[in-house]
């Protein structure tokens, strides 16, 4: 085995505490270096450590006696044989853990090799149908648990949805037949909510090619207009060369037209997906941010291209066709094999944008483990009801209504109870943090003017409420909070509430997903809340599962006389390890008179102020400081408030992730059933005991006309093979329907949890 050598003692060598000279390419000693360096030191392992490098080496092993060999996998093995005198200050524990971290390192670089597991199939075409349950075979379980579903599942979307195919190596794709639409269909139906106000910002003038609806998230869903080359896929043996978007006959430029149709087009999916921490962007990501190459890549996502319809891709009667649970999928050789997502404009009314936009979120869904949301007659459900709160299922046919939502099978005879929020942030889309509190303690300042009220937000969650404080001298207020005006999915229900949290006053009109108050206020502290709600029955309307999105609150209040502000901090952490970063919110501050028109920050150690109602901050040294956060509101006023940090001096942690999340469904004694999340936790290769593990249960069940949501919190302690199971609360055995797992934080003494890894998984039955 060919090894390079360097050896550091205070005795053999002045170099220690010196910048060391690389390591000879042909040097060649003993495989034991215990044998040229002294003695082992009291306290100080005879083993020896690994590093990743040899400057990680030389710097772990600051103040010690040691010996270096380079192996031939790239790994530095270092022998350590005691003090030279300034070791004290590096206690010999904290060297450890810096090996122990290094190695795992190493270990992620050495699973970045891998590729996702799948079943080993090899079929002579693609299958659809019955051909395709029988050419799995015995291999139909195995396949159907990587698509989170059961075998029967499975089976039954093979023998009832023709759009559900198997490729040659066993993978399931769609193939969709309905997003081939006549010319002009179906637009009498798409009218959208009008109003004043807006979800989002104006993009009249914005650049098409540079729309982001979450930048700087890990996740990213790509919509490529330009013309993609796809190589080295699972869709074609040959280089595939996509059109870009043209709906004039005119391929070399983009009009006007075409341009106003890409933003609007993007809009419309930015909304679909705004409950996730997923940035959706018209703007060419670098190919690391779209691509995952290990299970340790943490910035990754899908291309959905929209392009004229291809022979190779389908037989010219289709309008997209996507690879399903493949958003996460990681190949350190072939990364995009099974992306992208294709979406054929040319059959959806020529590039018309509602049409576009609903085929984008559907295949995109498709990627993200979602499959067809129809019933006993159709694949795809095409919805109810009419009018501006007509509904229909993302994942069945969206064109026709003007809010589609994300579903779990509630509409009447629905065939897939498969719960899509769930899935998808199982499947690698997180949801997003919550950007308001739900509750009146935790209320923000109403943004804008008391004249001109201007506060945007996004309703993430069903459960989610946004509330908002704000201090009136009495008389009368109008309040509008309207959804997204061009793709609305969001119903509104507003509330007005007092000091004390009792409803004042309330507005959500049948026919309207908008909602608004005028009403007449004593002077005093009150609170506007916001949530997503349903309509009527589940046979003409929708429940408030998919009531989701983004929305503007307008209107304007009467000044209160003028009171100094009220000065408020959030701080997080408060008390960590030197370096800590500190982020600090002084948005829970509020003004009486007015409103807050400057933040200023002293951090306390001596650093330049800075402003804004939202900081971060490194406190570098250890020590304890004193934040101060002075705010003064539009009629000058000001005050002050402070919060204590307390930076402690940092002691080395290994890192540790989550190795592998399964999901599995127990069935019990009297008529009950459970499921079952089996979580994995190492630190590189090492499976790390003792283990404490917390998670979320998330999704829901239907049996005969019961539905119960799954919810509720999991805790466990990994066990010898650093394994814990976490169960479910009691479900009925007969349901059907989707359970799914996320784990929210795992803890040991000497570890950090960096959060990377399998941390969620669901599955449907």
């Not at 807006?198 to 490529?224: C, E, M, Q, W």
């Not at 739900?438 to 201007?454: C, E, F, I, K, M």
Request: with cysteine; aromatic share 8%; glycine share 10%.
């Amino acid at each position: 085995m060919n090894k390079q050598t360097f050896i550091a003692s205070a005795v053999l060598t002045t170099l220690v505490g010196c910048a060391t000279p690389p390591i000879e390419q042909n040097a060649s000693i003993e495989n034991d270096l215990s044998t040229e360096l002294p003695a082992s030191a009291a306290g100080i392992s005879s083993e020896p450590l690994y590093f990743s490098s040899q400057q990680e080496a030389e710097s772990a092993l600051v103040g010690y006696n040691y010996g270096l060999t380079l192996l031939a996998d790239g790994r530095v093995q270092a022998f350590v044989s005691g003090l030279n005198g300034s070791g004290m200050e590096n206690p010999f524990e904290v060297v450890r853990a810096k090996s122990h971290s290094s190695a795992a390192k190493i270990a992620d670089l050495a699973e970045a090799e891998t590729e996702m597991a799948f079943p080993q199939i090899t079929l002579t075409e693609k299958k659809n149908g019955q051909a395709a349950i029988d050419a799995l075979g015995d291999k139909l379980g195995d396949v159907a648990k990587a698509y989170d579903m059961s075998g029967e599942r499975l089976e039954d979307i093979l023998r009832t949805d023709s759009s559900a195919w198997i490729d040659e190596s066993g993978r399931l794709l769609y193939i969709d037949e309905h997003t081939k639409i006549p010319q002009g269909q179906g637009e009498q139906e798409t009218a959208t909510v009008t109003s004043s106000g807006s979800g989002t910002a104006s993009i009249a003038t914005t650049d098409p090619f540079a729309l982001h609806s979450k930048p700087g998230s890990n996740r990213v869903i790509y919509l490529d207009f330009n013309g993609h080359v796809a190589t080295n896929t699972a869709w074609s043996t040959t280089t595939l060369n996509a059109q870009a978007y043209d709906i004039d006959g005119n391929p070399g430029a983009f009009s006007g037209a075409e341009l106003n149709n890409i933003r609007e087009i993007w809009q419309r999916v930015a909304e679909d997906y705004a409950p996730f921490d997923v940035d959706v962007t018209t703007q060419e990501p670098t190919l690391d941010a779209l691509r995952r190459t290990s299970t340790s890549d943490i910035q990754y996502g899908t291309r959905a291209v929209v392009t004229r319809s291809m022979p190779q891709l389908c037989n010219q009667t289709c309008g997209g066709v996507a690879y399903v649970n493949v958003f996460s999928y990681y190949s350190a050789a072939y990364p995009e094999r099974y992306r992208p997502a294709w979406v054929f404009f040319d059959k959806l009314g020529n590039g018309y944008p509602k049409y576009v936009a609903e085929a984008i979120s559907h295949e995109v869904g498709h990627n993200l483990n979602l499959n067809h949301d129809g019933n006993a007659t159709t694949g795809y459900y095409t919805g109810q009801g009419s009018g501006a709160t007509g509904w229909a299922p993302i994942m069945g046919v969206g064109y026709y209504k003007p809010v589609s939502q994300w579903s779990k099978g509630e509409y009447p005879g629905a065939n897939n109870l498969q719960d899509d929020l769930a899935v998808i942030n199982a499947a690698g889309a997180a949801v997003r943090p919550d950007d308001f509190a739900d509750t009146t303690a935790g209320a923000a300042p109403l943004a804008g003017d008391s004249s001109a009220v201007s506060q945007n937000g996004i309703i993430e969650r069903t459960t989610d409420a946004d509330v908002f404080v704000f201090s009136t001298g009495g008389g009368s207020a109008q309040f509008n909070v309207t959804p997204d005006t061009t793709a609305p999915n969001l119903d509104v229900l507003l509330k007005l509430l007092d000091a004390q949290g009792n409803t004042v006053a309330q507005a959500n009109p049948v026919d309207s997903l908008a909602a608004s108050l005028n009403v007449s206020l004593n002077a005093g502290k009150y609170f506007l809340r916001i949530e997503g709600v349903g309509k009527g029955d589940l046979i003409t309307g929708y429940s408030d599962y998919g009531s989701l999105g983004q929305y503007q609150i307008t209107g304007n209040y009467p000044v209160v006389a003028a009171v100094p502000p009220a000065a408020v901090i959030s701080a997080l952490p408060t008390v960590g390890d030197a370096p800590l970063n500190v982020t600090l919110n002084g948005s829970g501050s509020s003004a009486r008179s007015g409103s807050i028109s400057s933040y200023a920050w002293n951090f306390g150690d001596g650093s330049a102020a800075t402003s804004g109602a939202s900081v971060s901050h490194i406190y570098n040294t250890p020590g304890a400081y004193t934040a101060t956060l002075t705010v003064t509101d539009s009629s000058g006023l000001k005050t002050s408030t402070s919060q204590s940090i307390q930076a402690a001096q940092s002691v080395v942690a290994v890192n540790m992730k989550v190795a592998s999340t399964v999901v599995t469904r127990k069935l019990l004694s009297g008529g009950k059933s459970q499921c079952v999340a089996d979580i994995a936790v190492k630190s590189g290769i090492s499976t790390i005991t003792g283990a404490s593990i917390y998670g979320t249960w998330s999704g829901s069940v239907t049996s005969g006309t019961t539905k119960t949501n799954v919810t509720g919190t999991s805790y466990a302690i990994t066990g010898t093979k650093g394994t814990a199971s976490l169960s479910s609360a009691l479900l009925p055995s007969n349901s059907k329907g989707t359970c799914a797992f996320t784990v929210t934080k795992v803890v040991k003494s000497g570890y950090l949890y960096d959060g990377s890894g399998a941390i969620s998984r669901s599955l449907s039955w």
